[in-house]
């Protein structure tokens, strides 16, 4: 299955490096999922106890879905559509397992649509916060700052096509000139930034609270449910940026020097550490203020923008956090695009440019499902039991507990049962025998199985068939 030296390149370039995959792959995990909902959904799910789900469905179900993906990625150098009917082709396998990358596809415009709305709001309140609007502002003001924003459609609809056009730009650009340059740049200032929230949070004074509501176990009172168990595992993939091809359209344009293994680890211990960090320094700065760490999606725009409207250069420092959640955003959306564009000029032979505007616009349309929700459509139920079932959480929901664990499942499958072993076990470069059978004792049974149980209980919740707790 080593694809031919000769032919070792993807036609839409590579990685300078393997360090700059790495950074990319971490620019596409690190995104608002860490920064904007991981602190809101450990806030609102029980702290510590679903940050340890968490990290259990990370390790069992995250660690061997990116490997598997990044594997196929890599060997079939091409879009994950192409890359997956190209290991089938050469393995004498059914095309029809490209239908992996089509439903891939297909989840990334859901994503890309309502991201790049909740993007904007983030680049709208980069303004907002360096204006100092927030200075001396309590949580209800702040409140209904935010609830008038989004209450207007037509200020959200500006930001939201301004993230869109920024992102269809970088795509279009390509691989070296586009997604390459903002990684390169756009990380280190990520890092640097996250590095000074810490510091601040720290000095703020909250430390102490946060740290307790995010490592210290309450045995008493878990405060976990079933739906934060799934929650949990849906943010898993979510946050690691698997299930959809993203990762795997990543891997195509990693050179072949270095082992997939170890840059998993990598991507999957920053992700994980930068979670930490922003919940950290978010809960700090809340706890600093007074406030407690929930407040669902808007703990962000909500909390935070009033604590640091409170705390000492809180209009510097509180912008500085909307920056660096907009680079965050912005190294995230791009790898959400990669795929369909990269199908799309490998079918079509047509320009970047053009296959991204098309994939930018079709984003776009159902973008407007998610910018209505919060105002001429919010009290429109698409279906109940669905977060508060408007057009946003039936999505969100849908992407995190269903779409994304569905594709990382059939990735499982496909890489843990359907290719020929002997070949997987080339590709996947695992040199130790033992670090080959927790590999394939994880691929074939532990992630399919979870996700498979996580399913049933979702399913049987969701239709009323069972009282299974809180
Ligand atoms: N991992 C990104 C985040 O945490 C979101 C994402 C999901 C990116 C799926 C690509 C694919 O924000």
Known sequence: MMAEVS???????????????????????????????????????????????????????????????????????????????????????????????????????????????????ILFYVFRMFSGEFNGVDIETAGGMFGDFIGDWKQVALWFTIFMVITGVVVAKGVNKGLEV??????????????????????????????????????????????????????????????????????????????????????????????????????????????????????LFITSASAFGNLPLGAIFGGLLFVLVSIAALTSAISILEPATAYLVERFKLSRWIVVTVCCLIAWIIGWGTVLSFNAWQNLIIIPGFGDGTFFAVLEFLVDSFLLPIGGLLIAIFVGFILPRSKVKTAIEISTEWGMKIWLALIRVIAPLSILVIFAITLLRLFGLTELGA
Not at 55 to 61: D, E, H, S, T
Not at 70 to 96: F, K
Not at 242 to 247: D, F, H, N, Q, T
Request: proline share 3%.
């Open 7 to 121: 032919n070792d390149r993807s036609q839409h370039g590579m990685w300078s490096s393997r360090m700059l995959f790495v950074l990319a792959a971490v620019g596409s995990a690190v995104g608002l999922g860490n920064i904007w909902k991981f602190p809101y959904m450990a806030g609102d799910h029980g702290g510590a106890a679903f940050f340890f789900v968490y990290l259990i469905c990370i390790c069992l179900i995250g660690f061997p879905v990116m490997l598997a993906e990044i594997m196929i990625g890599r060997e079939g150098r091409m879009s994950p559509i192409n890359s997956l009917r190209q290991l089938a082709r050469r393995n004498n396998l059914s095309q029809g397992w490209g239908l992996i990358g089509w439903f891939g596809v297909f989840t990334g415009f859901l994503i890309l649509s309502f991201y790049a709305v909740v993007a904007g709001w």
């Open 182 to 299: 903002v990684v390169r740049y756009g990380m280190p200032v990520l890092f640097l930034l996250l590095l000074v929230m810490l510091i601040y949070g720290i000095t703020q004074g909250g430390f102490g609270d946060a740290f307790s509501f995010m490592f210290i176990l309450d045995f008493n009172n878990l405060g976990l449910s079933w739906d934060s168990l799934v929650r949990a595992m849906g943010h898993a993939f979510f946050t690691l940026s698997i299930g959809m091809g993203a990762i795997m359209a990543y891997g195509a344009y990693m050179p072949r020097e270095g082992s997939i293994k170890s840059a998993v680890w990598v991507i999957v211990v920053v992700d994980t550490l930068v979670a930490i960090v922003a919940g950290l320094a978010i809960f700090s700065i809340a706890y600093a203020h007074g406030s407690e760490p929930h407040g669902g999606p808007a703990l």
